[in-house]
């Protein structure tokens, strides 16, 4: 069974920095997409960046001069560090990892402050 623990999140001002972890457990060979998403309230679950099991990431323009996606293969966890934080990236943010399908983690709370 897969499972996927999410940790990092929390409330920081304007400007601030945040480190979101996703770690995956269960019976893996491999990982191939990991992914952040973002929810705000009110609004649809969003894409904010992937990475693939090479190390190709992407991320959407409105993060990508202030957030980085890695990952670790062999910790089986990916990460996004988010730095100039601003109001509207407020929301829960999920991870997701493909496998022989997607799997989701609980999301976990950023709440940026003005």
């Known amino acids: 069974q897969v499972q996927l623990v999410e940790s990092g999140g929390g409330l920081v001002q304007v400007g601030g920095s945040l480190r979101l972890s996703c770690v995956v457990s269960?019976?893996?060979?491999?990982?191939?997409?990991m992914a952040w998403y973002r929810q705000a309230s009110g609004k649809q679950r969003q894409l904010v960046a992937d990475?693939?099991?090479?190390?190709?990431?992407y991320l959407v323009d409105s993060v990508r001069d202030r957030f980085t996606i890695s990952r670790d293969n062999a910790k089986k966890t990916v990460y996004l560090q988010m730095n100039n934080l601003k109001v509207e990236d407020t929301a829960v943010y999920y991870c997701?990892?493909?496998?022989?399908?997607?799997?989701w983690g609980q999301g976990t709370q950023v709440t940026v402050s003005s």
């Open positions: 997701k990892v493909t496998i022989r399908r997607p799997y």
């Open positions: 269960g019976n893996i060979f491999s990982i191939n997409d």
């Open positions: 990475i693939d099991n090479s190390g190709h990431a």
